[in-house]
């Protein structure tokens, strides 16, 4: 479903996804299995995408950011919008691909799209091959999973490497373990460099202060973490939070909703 038919920069699929995409029909259903790890290199479809995984967390760059997806959450991804798909665990992605001339939805930026149970339903329902699944039965659960995409309000959580080697080394002492507590001023003995050196560099590397940077890979580590089933306080304690109470109000702060509605299905609007 790329624009240059299935083909993306990246490494290569192993096996054949299997896509079902009858004559007539207003969604394609494409099933990819990936490996942890394992992306689809940049590339950009001429359909719009609604990117999920039923099993394991997919990871979306896209736009400059990166969302991490549990299953209770989906992705919907504008067509001609390049961006990098894969998995932080063993996932199945399933994407829909949503043919412009008959969809309703304008959305022109990603957004993350609520899968509530009956959506997962339907999604599984429209994955049927068409011998199982006639047009018509298919055309009456295509309006319906449109009328269950509406977008949520949280922020994609990012932690950009800074240009800087010295604050780079920092930055990657950091991604191998979130929970190390050090402040700048130790950080500076570690690699060569004061305390404001590095902060300055932070800011002008990444944008953010080395305590927002910290905050935000933090939360970039949780989220794996959580989806696979992790307590909360498990969690709090491995990426480096005091108790979990704190943690919770960072992550609100941070993706605007708790952990709790962001790994808890949503169910549709009434």
């Known amino acids: ?5 299935h083909r993306a920069e990246g490494r290569e699929h192993r096996s054949p996804p299997h896509l079902v995409n009858p004559p007539g029909a207003a969604v394609a259903v494409g099933s990819f299995p990936l490996d942890g790890s394992e992306w689809f290199g940049r590339h950009q479809h001429a359909a719009h995408q609604l ?3 039923p099993h ?7 736009c ?3 969302w991490v997806l549990p299953s209770t959450v989906a992705l919907w991804i504008p067509a001609g919008v390049p961006h990098a798909t894969g998995a932080t665990s063993s996932a199945l992605l399933r994407s829909l691909y949503f043919w412009p001339d008959r969809c309703p939805l304008t959305w022109d930026e990603p957004q993350v799209v609520p899968v509530s149970g009956l959506l997962r339903e339907l999604i599984d329902h429209l994955a049927q091959d068409p011998e199982v699944l006639g047009p018509e039965a298919r055309h009456r659960a295509e309006d ?8 949520v309000s949280v922020t994609t ?3 950009p490497l800074p240009a800087d080697p010295r604050a780079r080394r920092v930055a990657e002492a950091l991604r191998a373990d979130p929970s190390d ?6 950080w500076g003995e570690v690699v060569g460099a004061s305390a404001r050196t590095l902060a300055r560099a932070f ?9 927002q940077w910290r905050t935000q890979l933090r939360l970039q580590a949780a989220m794996p973490m959580l989806a696979a089933g992790s307590t909360v306080s498990a969690v709090a304690r491995r990426v480096g939070y005091g108790s979990p109470s704190a943690f919770v109000a960072a992550f609100r702060r941070g993706v605007g909703v708790p952990p709790g509605a962001y790994f808890t299905p949503a169910e549709p609007r009434p």
């Open 157 to 159: 959580v990012r932690a």
């Open 144 to 151: 319906v999973v449109l009328d269950l995409l509406h977008p």
């Open 181 to 186: 507590g050090r402040s700048l001023a130790e």
């Open 51 to 53: 990117a999920w995984a």
């Open 1 to 5: 479903m790329s624009s240059d038919g």
């Open 203 to 211: 800011v002008s590397g990444t944008g953010m202060t080395y305590g």
């Open 64 to 66: 400059g950011r990166t």
């Open 56 to 62: 394991g967390v997919l990871a979306v760059r896209a």
